[in-house]
């Protein structure tokens, strides 16, 4: 048994849930906030057997794109005033990260 | 060290917190959605001793209940309208589903 | 790879993705609640290589406080109410619960 947690853009949240019930696997979805751009993202969290990581990472690669965004810099990093540049940059936004964990034991009730 | 991740249903949430407390259990809650019937639900963050893991699913099993739950399709798994029957389905939710990780290194600040 | 679970006080989420930001570590935000006194707290979801532990777990000790907080018993915890004492109770909390989870896989899509 594994437990993959997995950062997708919410606008990938729908697609990625449909494509993991029509193919019978369960998930978990929680709200979440990127630590860089403090924008709304969704963290899944799915429990499988061993056997079937490869073909969940497949469904997440398939169904999460990679987008850019333009951002206007919230504040000067590190500090330095001086340093400050207005001007919205732009930033890509991968379409997943994705942590897989080994999972000791597991229980339903 | 062990951290256990409990997905159970919100109307069993504020009964198993309030065990664990009693227990002296510390846990962590964070608002989640099933993936099938994206509905709201609970997932419990548990930091717990090895010893103390027999315990914790002791109390978690006798906290949440098994339901029944009457769900109107939300749409054509699949793909194919042609299967698709509008009827609702009665769908049963356990009562916890229990994933138990092993923890290398716990520090409190 | 390890993937940091800490559990810190809301007031102190904002300092702490700053610092880790500035330090080029990234990490994702989920909004939770302690079991105890039911508040609101952040948990900060962290991947990270193994050479950066020591690193984030200081980043994390030196942006999260410690505080005292006056508690009205919210009811008669194990159920006995003569052993009910209305007063407020001081509690501490405090600055980060961390756990450090192994990871078998890392993707990025
Ligand atoms: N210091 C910095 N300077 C310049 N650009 C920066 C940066 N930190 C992040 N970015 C860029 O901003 C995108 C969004 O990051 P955010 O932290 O909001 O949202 C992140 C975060 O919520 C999560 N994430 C990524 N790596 C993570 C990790 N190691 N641990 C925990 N969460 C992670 O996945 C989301 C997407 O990450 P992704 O890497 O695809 O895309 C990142 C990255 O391309
Ligand atoms: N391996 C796993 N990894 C991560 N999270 C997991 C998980 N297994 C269960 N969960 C979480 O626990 C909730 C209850 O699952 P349970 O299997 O008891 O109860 C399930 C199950 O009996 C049923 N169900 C789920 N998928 C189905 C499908 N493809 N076809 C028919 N019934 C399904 O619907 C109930 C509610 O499912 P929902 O997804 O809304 O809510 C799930 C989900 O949030
Ligand atoms: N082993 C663990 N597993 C998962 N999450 C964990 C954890 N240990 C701590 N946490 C999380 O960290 C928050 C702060 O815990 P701390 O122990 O510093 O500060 C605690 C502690 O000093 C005190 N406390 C907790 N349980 C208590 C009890 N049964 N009796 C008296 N005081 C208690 O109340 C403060 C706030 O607790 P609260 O539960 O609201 O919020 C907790 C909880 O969300």
Not at 27 to 47: C, P, Q, V, W, Y
Not at 77 to 91: C, K, L, R
Request: hydrophobic residues 40%.
């Amino acid at each position: 048994m594994k437990l993959i947690m997995a950062v997708v853009q919410d606008k990938d949240s729908n697609r990625l849930s449909d494509a993991l019930v029509e193919n019978k696997f369960q998930a978990t979805k929680l709200a979440s906030t990127g630590g860089f751009l403090r924008a709304g993202n969704t963290t899944f969290m799915i429990g499988i057997e061993d056997k079937d990581v490869d073909a969940v990472l497949t469904i997440i690669k398939e169904n999460c794109e990679t987008r850019e965004q333009l951002v206007a810099p919230i504040s000067p990093m590190g500090g330095n005033a001086d340093s400050y540049v207005p001007y919205p940059v732009e930033v890509q936004i991968g379409g997943a990260t994705v942590f897989i964990l080994p999972v000791e034991q597991f229980e339903k009730f």
